[in-house]
Protein backbone atom coordinates (compact mmCIF):
# COMPACT_ATOMS: atom_id res chain seq x y z
CA UNK A 1 0.00 0.00 0.00
CA UNK A 2 1.07 3.37 -0.89
CA UNK A 3 -0.06 6.20 1.30
CA UNK A 4 -0.35 9.79 -0.79
CA UNK A 5 -0.64 13.10 0.48
CA UNK A 6 -1.93 15.96 -1.45
CA UNK A 7 -1.10 19.49 -1.36
CA UNK A 8 -0.97 22.73 -2.86
CA UNK A 9 -4.36 23.52 -2.98
CA UNK A 10 -6.10 26.89 -1.75
CA UNK A 11 -7.99 29.72 -2.47
CA UNK A 12 -6.74 31.92 -6.21
CA UNK A 13 -8.87 34.85 -8.28
CA UNK A 14 -10.14 33.56 -11.73
CA UNK A 15 -7.35 33.57 -14.00
CA UNK A 16 -4.63 32.30 -11.84
CA UNK A 17 -2.32 29.57 -11.07
CA UNK A 18 -1.84 26.76 -8.56
CA UNK A 19 0.34 23.83 -8.28
CA UNK A 20 -1.14 20.78 -6.46
CA UNK A 21 1.60 18.30 -5.55
CA UNK A 22 0.76 14.74 -4.39
CA UNK A 23 4.21 12.78 -2.82
CA UNK A 24 4.19 8.99 -1.97
CA UNK A 25 4.75 7.36 1.28
CA UNK A 26 7.28 4.71 -0.58
CA UNK A 27 9.17 4.30 -3.09
CA UNK A 28 7.18 1.77 -4.73
CA UNK A 29 5.28 4.74 -6.33
CA UNK A 30 7.88 4.45 -8.88
CA UNK A 31 5.72 1.52 -10.27
CA UNK A 32 2.61 3.56 -10.42
CA UNK A 33 0.67 5.13 -13.10
CA UNK A 34 -1.05 8.32 -11.25
CA UNK A 35 -4.11 9.78 -12.26
CA UNK A 36 -5.80 13.87 -10.51
CA UNK A 37 -9.40 13.69 -10.00
CA UNK A 38 -11.69 16.43 -8.49
CA UNK A 39 -15.22 16.68 -6.63
CA UNK A 40 -17.13 19.53 -7.10
CA UNK A 41 -20.00 19.63 -3.32
CA UNK A 42 -23.02 17.42 -5.21
CA UNK A 43 -21.35 16.28 -8.11
CA UNK A 44 -19.68 13.23 -9.12
CA UNK A 45 -15.95 12.77 -8.84
CA UNK A 46 -14.65 13.43 -12.43
CA UNK A 47 -11.28 12.88 -14.04
CA UNK A 48 -9.08 15.52 -14.45
CA UNK A 49 -5.26 14.06 -15.60
CA UNK A 50 -3.42 10.93 -15.79
CA UNK A 51 -0.12 10.05 -16.13
CA UNK A 52 1.54 6.78 -17.17
CA UNK A 53 3.95 5.27 -15.04
CA UNK A 54 7.00 6.07 -17.05
CA UNK A 55 6.25 9.45 -17.74
CA UNK A 56 5.87 9.45 -21.51
CA UNK A 57 2.38 9.64 -21.63
CA UNK A 58 -0.68 11.98 -20.43
CA UNK A 59 -4.21 12.22 -20.28
CA UNK A 60 -6.12 15.56 -19.70
CA UNK A 61 -10.09 16.11 -19.22
CA UNK A 62 -11.25 18.28 -22.21
CA UNK A 63 -12.23 20.63 -19.81
CA UNK A 64 -8.40 21.45 -18.45
CA UNK A 65 -6.66 20.56 -21.17
CA UNK A 66 -4.36 23.50 -22.49
CA UNK A 67 -4.57 24.59 -19.10
CA UNK A 68 -3.56 22.03 -17.02
CA UNK A 69 -0.23 20.27 -17.05
CA UNK A 70 0.66 16.82 -15.18
CA UNK A 71 4.25 15.60 -14.70
CA UNK A 72 6.25 13.60 -11.90
CA UNK A 73 10.08 13.84 -10.06
CA UNK A 74 10.62 9.93 -9.65
CA UNK A 75 13.24 11.08 -7.33
CA UNK A 76 11.18 13.22 -4.93
CA UNK A 77 8.06 10.49 -5.32
CA UNK A 78 6.14 13.40 -6.39
CA UNK A 79 3.55 13.79 -8.73
CA UNK A 80 2.44 17.41 -9.73
CA UNK A 81 -0.74 19.15 -11.84
CA UNK A 82 0.30 22.56 -12.38
CA UNK A 83 -3.33 24.35 -13.43
CA UNK A 84 -3.07 27.67 -15.23
CA UNK A 85 -5.97 30.27 -16.33
CA UNK A 86 -8.04 28.91 -13.33
CA UNK A 87 -11.87 29.42 -13.88
CA UNK A 88 -14.49 28.94 -10.85
CA UNK A 89 -15.90 26.06 -12.28
CA UNK A 90 -12.54 24.27 -11.23
CA UNK A 91 -13.69 24.84 -7.97
CA UNK A 92 -13.59 20.88 -6.28
CA UNK A 93 -11.71 19.06 -3.98
CA UNK A 94 -8.85 17.17 -6.14
CA UNK A 95 -7.33 14.22 -5.25
CA UNK A 96 -4.43 11.77 -6.19
CA UNK A 97 -4.62 8.54 -7.01
CA UNK A 98 -1.96 5.92 -8.01
CA UNK A 99 -1.62 1.88 -9.32
CA UNK A 100 0.89 -0.23 -9.87
CA UNK A 101 0.76 -0.99 -13.34
CA UNK A 102 3.56 -2.30 -16.25
CA UNK A 103 6.08 -0.44 -17.53
CA UNK A 104 4.63 0.04 -20.95
CA UNK A 105 1.00 0.46 -19.83
CA UNK A 106 -0.64 3.73 -20.93
CA UNK A 107 -2.87 6.19 -18.39
CA UNK A 108 -5.96 5.43 -17.19
CA UNK A 109 -9.39 7.91 -17.03
CA UNK A 110 -11.38 5.68 -14.62
CA UNK A 111 -11.71 6.01 -10.60
CA UNK A 112 -12.20 2.75 -9.86
CA UNK A 113 -9.28 1.77 -11.48
CA UNK A 114 -6.79 3.47 -8.76
CA UNK A 115 -6.31 1.44 -6.19
CA UNK A 116 -4.40 4.22 -3.36
CA UNK A 117 -6.08 7.85 -2.73
CA UNK A 118 -4.85 10.44 -0.94
CA UNK A 119 -7.44 12.95 1.51
CA UNK A 120 -7.70 15.06 -1.11
CA UNK A 121 -7.31 19.28 -1.31
CA UNK A 122 -9.12 22.03 -1.29
CA UNK A 123 -8.68 24.43 -4.71
CA UNK A 124 -11.47 27.31 -4.82
CA UNK A 125 -11.81 29.73 -7.67
CA UNK A 126 -13.18 32.91 -7.16
CA UNK A 127 -14.87 34.78 -10.09
Known amino acids: QVQLVESGGGLVQAGGSLRLSCVASRRAFQEHAVGWFRQAPGQEREFVSAISRNGRETLYADSVSGRFIISRDKDKNSVYLQMNRLKPEDTAIYYC????????????????????WGQGTQVTVSS
Open 97 to 116: ASRRTILTASPNTQAKSYDN
